[in-house]
């Protein structure tokens, strides 16, 4: 195992969402085969819209893919009121389109073996379904946009106030499954989740606001006009997305040079990375920091390249202080020669710094350059080869608590080793 061992007994996060998504899906669509499917042109269309997105659904970050046209097409269905409509689509019949449309999208990336996360689809389902009753329960019957301006503007609030909810109850969702999947605290979770809800949620909730307006007063010939240019924002997501995944890779090559080079262990850099990371979540850092902490310690050997040998396995702390310190110095400027890591080059320049003489006397020197010093010294006493115990390693780390390492980051360290982490 990598990374934090799940409790024995715990039910997976995941598994709980993808339930729930299930439940509420199934429940949908019994209802609406009792009832029966009203307006099936509408059903149509936006259901293919709904299935299209999430063929076509990208990696925006490193932890899920989104589908930011199914999700605009999903709210637009649930917000719809055609004036010609007798009775706008009910929010069991809304729920159970915005169902099958996922699976129907799905099942070709499944069959082609592409990446699909049935989690962020089954958060969709969910959000969907409270938008739906939401906006059921503070919108009249009989408000339709071809009515007086005071429908329209009531209509709109209406609208905004479902997109909110399902914004929220997304984000409160994902917070949890980041929490237990990352021992990232509750606030911290959710602080990133609100972030990527006004990023990214925004224009997905007001794409879906637009379509379903543009739809009710002009009919399905409106939807072109919203979806292409929702094409384009998709394209532009996808070309950034592909960007910042060669950047990853670039990174993860140059920290390999001292692997090859014989100044680090096989592996040793990505394990003080996981670490980092997992101090990182325990320590509530914001996605920007974690990606700079990350980076930071994938290369944070990188200087020791100037060094004239290597050390035995790849062990820094055997250098003398001002080795190491020389080496963090000539890493930095190499990191710094980018041009787009200067943050990343400011932690690896203190990331051999003693807390006393360091990060204690200087706000400064960046929480993440602690982090880094610890991981480090975790790895070199733990990682592969060495045969010491965790708890040998934290008594050997525990004893330089104020002069060497950070104690807030070596008290989460204790919780992060305490939850059962493991290289």
Not at 163 to 168: D, F, K, M
Request: glycine content about 10%; hydrophobic content about 50%.
């Amino acid at each position: 195992m990598t990374g934090q061992e799940p409790a024995l007994g715990r039910l997976d996060s995941g598994v709980v969402i993808t339930l729930a998504g299930a439940a509420v899906g199934v429940t949908a669509m019994i209802l609406t085969v009792r009832n029966g499917l009203t307006e099936w042109q509408y059903a149509l269309t936006f259901g293919l819209l709904v299935a299209v997105g999430e063929m076509v659904q990208f990696r925006v970050d490193r932890s899920r893919n989104r589908a930011p046209i199914a999700t605009s097409a999903a709210l637009g269905y649930v917000l719809l009121r055609p004036p010609e409509v007798a009775v706008p689509p009910e929010i069991a019949q809304a729920v159970a389109v915005t169902g099958v449309a996922t699976l129907v999208g799905v099942l070709p990336r499944v069959i082609a073996g592409l990446r699909w996360d049935l989690v962020v689809s089954s958060r969709r389902v969910v959000s969907v379904a409270c938008a739906a009753a939401v906006f059921s329960a503070v919108t009249p019957p009989g408000l339709y946009w071809s009515g007086t301006w005071q429908d329209a503007v009531a209509l709109t609030g209406a609208m905004l106030l479902a997109v909110l909810t399902a914004a929220v109850v997304d984000a409160f969702v994902g917070a949890g499954q980041t929490t237990e999947r990352y021992n990232q605290p509750f606030p911290a979770a959710l602080r990133d989740e609100l972030v990527i809800a006004v990023r990214i949620g925004l224009a997905m909730g007001l794409s879906g606001v637009l379509l379903a307006a543009s739809t009710s007063l002009i009919g399905l010939w409106a939807m072109p006009l919203v979806v292409v240019p929702l094409l384009l924002t998709q394209f532009a997501f996808r070309r950034f997305a592909s960007a910042q995944r060669t950047y990853r890779t670039t990174v993860r090559s140059m920290a390999r040079s001292t692997e090859i080079a014989g100044f680090s262990s096989p592996g040793q850099n990505a394990r003080t990375a996981q670490l980092a990371v997992a101090l990182g979540h325990d320590l509530g850092l914001t996605p920007s920091r974690m990606e700079a902490l990350e980076y930071a310690a994938l290369l944070s050997g990188v200087g020791q390249l100037a060094l004239a040998d290597p050390s035995p396995g790849g062990a820094s702390l055997l250098r003398t202080r001002e080795e190491r310190r020389r080496a963090a110095e000539i890493g930095a400027s190499v990191i710094e020669r980018s041009g787009v890591l200067d943050h990343v080059a400011e932690i690896v320049r203190h990331s051999n710094d003693p807390y006393r003489q360091g990060r204690a006397n200087n706000a400064d020197i960046p929480l993440e350059s602690g982090i880094v010093n610890v991981a480090l010294a975790y790895e070199q006493l733990v990682g592969e080869g060495t045969g010491q115990s965790p708890a040998k390693a934290m008594e050997s780390i525990g004893l330089g608590i104020g002069a060497e390492y950070d104690p807030v980051v070596v008290e989460s360290l204790r919780r992060v080793i305490g939850r059962g982490f493991r290289f």
